[in-house]
């Protein structure tokens, strides 16, 4: 009888979450991350790069709010002006998507090395995306939607528009080499000293550091000799992130 009452009603709720929901995970790079980012004060908006339905970016935004709450507090030797700057930095920051909602590009060059992936998948649909947002209680205001390929949605003029200066965390999860040389491409005007890049995919092809999004983040670092990426946590199966330090004047 019990475990009856149990199968109908918890396991609907944990499908429900591991589809979705994203409960909240402790050891999560975001989580992690977002401690340094409040302790530190730096200043940015959240940019994903491969958003599908929604599901790491409801996480990400879950997690961060968390964290950043509770530097909202005054303890652990936090002044008052010091919470004050934490809470306009969290009610400042922003949660820009990108994906072309029409799932991966034509797989060619380099990335047709691999055999997981195929041009269309990972396909999902923007107002999908909107609606999984709003019934996870995403703030919508918060959210800034830009649709299309990166090849053409990255661009100066979608800065300039959405007064884009500065990341704080930069979401890598597009899977390939091509999508995430763009993005990299574009995101390295929006470095702060602090800045976190999450890669999502980066022991792919094998881990294989020619392809995918190691061999584009090591073509893209060698290139900025005024940052130095810091090794920064490793997360589940794929995962790696770098903390971005300023080494110029
Ligand atoms: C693995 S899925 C993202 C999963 C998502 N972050 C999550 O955890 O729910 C990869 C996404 O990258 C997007 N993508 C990959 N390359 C792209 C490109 N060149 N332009 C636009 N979107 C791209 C695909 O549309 C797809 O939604």
Not at 18 to 26: A, C, H, K
Not at 118 to 134: D, V
């Amino acid at each position: 009888m019990l475990g009856g009452i149990l199968k109908r009603f918890i396991r609907p709720l944990r499908l429900f979450s591991s589809n979705f929901v994203s409960l909240v995970d402790e050891n999560s790079i975001v989580r992690k991350a977002s401690w340094i980012l409040a302790a530190e004060k730096v200043e940015g908006d959240y940019l994903e790069f491969g958003v599908y339905r929604g599901r790491s970016i409801i996480k990400a935004h879950r997690e961060m709010e968390e964290v950043y709450r509770e530097h909202m507090e005054e303890s652990g030797g936090r002044s008052s002006e010091a919470t004050e700057e934490i809470k306009r930095i969290w009610s400042e920051m922003r949660f820009f998507a990108f994906d072309s909602f029409q799932g991966l590009p034509k797989i060619d060059g380099l990335d047709a090395l691999g055999s997981d992936f195929e041009e269309g998948g990972w396909s999902s649909n923007e107002e999908n995306f909107r609606i999984n947002l709003t019934k996870s209680r995403f703030p919508m205001e918060k959210l800034v939607v830009v649709p299309g390929w990166f090849e053409e949605s990255c661009t100066e003029k979608i800065k300039q528009e959405n007064s884009l200066k500065r990341a704080a965390i930069i979401h890598i999860d597009c899977d390939l080499y091509s999508s995430t040389k763009t993005v990299l491409g574009f995101v390295e005007s929006l470095l702060v000293d602090g800045t976190v890049i999450i890669f999502d995919d980066w022991y792919n092809f094998k881990a294989n550091p020619s392809l995918g999004e190691q061999k584009a983040f090591s073509e893209w670092s060698e290139k900025l000799s005024d940052w130095v990426f810091v090794q920064y946590q490793k997360e589940g199966p794929w995962r790696n992130s770098f903390i971005a330090s300023y080494q110029g004047n």
